[in-house]
Each structure stands twice: as C-alpha cells, then as structure tokens.
C-alpha cells in the first residue's frame, strides 16, 4: 500500500498561486501514473492533472489546461501541482492518487488516496 500526503493548500485571491505537494511512501515502485482530483462542495470529484514516470506524459482537464503544471521529482516520490492563475471556482479540496488501474482520468482507477488540501480562491 503507499500512503500519500498532500500539502500547500490554502486561501489566495483570485489571480494568485499556490503549489500543492504530494509526498508517497510505503510500496511506492508502481504508484505512477499520479494524479491530481478535485472536490468541490455538492459536487462529484473530478479530475485536474496526471503525470506518468519520469514527467514523460502529463494530461491536464480542459478546465485547468494552461494555468496548472503538475511535475514530479522522482527521488524523492513528490508530485508538485502548480496553480497559477486561479479563479473562484478552483476553489475545493485537492486530492492526490496513485496506483490507477485504468484510464487514469477516472475516479474509479485509482486505489491510493490521500487524505485532501483545501484550496480556496477568493474574488
């Protein structure tokens, strides 16, 4: 099993950025690909960025394409997701997961999650 703790969430207005992290540990050679989800109060998770082994291919949502980066060190088993240019409605809590057993923009692929960081977006 690998454990995956997020951090950098936080309040920032609109316009600003934040850099979340994700540190995995524990059974850690076949976490990748690695995501990032969101969830927004009354609303269904959904996907925001994925990245594979070694920052060789990276997939973004439509909503965040441009404005979000997500990387990887992959010494140290971190996955960075950079937030530039936020808008009221990223507002949610972010969620990494790792371990996907199919197509890796799906909730439902994934099998290790951490436990959230908040990120609100102020107008």
């Not at 060789?56 to 990887?72: C, E, L, M, N, P």
């Not at 809590?93 to 996907?100: R, T």
Request: hydrophobic fraction near 30%; charged fraction near 15%; include cysteine.
């Amino acid at each position: 099993q690998v454990q995956l703790v997020e951090s950098g969430g936080g309040l920032v207005q609109a316009g600003g950025s934040l850099r979340l992290s994700c540190a995995a540990s524990g059974r850690t050679g076949s976490t990748y690909p690695m995501g990032w989800f969101r969830q927004a109060p009354g609303k269904e998770r959904e996907f925001v960025a994925a990245i594979g082994w070694r920052s060789r291919t990276t997939s973004y949502a439509d909503t965040v394409k441009g404005r979000f980066t997500i990387s990887t060190d992959n010494a140290n088993n971190t996955v960075y997701l950079q937030m530039n240019s936020l808008k009221p409605e990223d507002t949610a809590v972010y969620y990494c997961a790792a371990s996907p057993r199919g197509l890796i923009t799906y909730v439902s692929s994934y099998t290790d999650w951490g436990r959230g960081t908040q990120v609100t977006v102020s107008s």
